[in-house]
């Protein structure tokens, strides 16, 4: 009983300093690929599951597959949230500061992830359902044009520190108040854009409207790759256990990811041609 109790200690404690560690690291690093590749590459970049993956294989081993596979699916169905983040956010892009902006999109967070507490789909028809909704707000998004005035191009060099202290202290907010959330909004919760909107914010403020839209863009075309992630880690963890369901997602990710950054490039060539 106490080995298992040291081990569960041992457990969040890791996944604590993880997150802690993962959340600057990962601003820091996708900031300085925004700058040399571009808003819509760090978006791209972002949109990978790294920290609610952790997150899920934590529960299996602490809570059981079963538990894990369940919050695997929820995670799945709260994408919904998280594009109708950037959706909105791009939209009020157009007329409204960062700020505005901002709070519009997660209005619409809070609002459909407080819908889908009440909904259970299953999980095949909840991937289905997710991967229609992002091909139509793709469509539907505004251009990413910049009619911005008085952009700074070039960011100050305390740019990228601030934005790895904010997500550091996002972390914090978030991990502490999920311990009185309960399981399923938990699971819903998960893809909570963070690093989206740090990126987004900071983005819209020093390089203007357009490229805030252009790095959304990116977000919502990756997330495709999350999706899959959390797919097969929902169909298989139960039955075929954490290494070889971890194993396949992580390979499913990869291919997915790939595929979506030369869509995005095709794209992107297509609208400049």
């Known amino acids: 009983m106490l080995i298992h ?29 925004g700058r040399r590749w571009g808003p819509a590459v760090s978006g791209w970049l972002v949109s990978l599951p790294l920290t609610s993956a952790p997150v899920i294989l934590v529960l299996a081993i602490d809570q059981g597959t079963a538990f894990a596979s369940n919050a695997a699916q ?27 902006s901002m709070l519009a999109g997660w209005t ?8 889908l507490e009440r909904l259970s789909l299953p999980l095949l ?6 991967i229609a909704y992002i091909a139509i707000v793709l469509t539907i998004m505004p251009g990413s044009q910049n009619k911005g005035k008085g ?3 070039n960011p100050p060099p305390w740019d990228t520190p601030l934005r790895m202290l904010v997500a550091t202290a996002f972390v ?10 309960g399981p399923r909004l938990s699971g819903l919760l998960a893809p909570f854009p963070m690093f989206t909107t740090i990126l987004a914010v900071f983005t819209h403020h020093f ?3 357009g490229a805030a839209r252009r790095l959304l863009r990116g977000v919502i075309t990756g997330t495709v790759t999350f ?23 992580i390979l499913a990710a990869m291919v997915t990811h790939t595929t979506s950054l030369i869509l995005m490039n095709h794209f992107h060539n297509n609208r400049l041609g």
């Open 125 to 130: 028809l909840s991937f289905v359902v997710v």
């Open 108 to 115: 619409a967070y809070f609002a459909l992830t407080a819908f």
């Open 151 to 153: 952009i700074t191009l």
């Open 5 to 33: 109790l040291l081990s569960i200690a041992d457990n969040q404690f890791l996944l604590s300093v993880g997150k802690l560690l993962l959340a600057p690291t990962l601003i820091g690093l996708v900031s300085l690929a």
């Open 207 to 209: 390089q203007g409207a």
């Open 172 to 181: 914090l907010g978030l991990t502490g108040a999920a311990t009185i959330l």
């Open 227 to 249: 999706v899959v992630f959390f797919l097969v880690i929902g169909t298989l963890l139960d039955r075929w256990g954490i290494a070889a369901a971890s194993g396949l997602a």
């Open 74 to 100: 929820d995670t799945l169905l709260g994408v919904l949230s998280m594009v109708s983040f950037c959706l909105v956010y791009c939209w009020f892009s157009l007329r409204f500061s960062w700020f505005g």
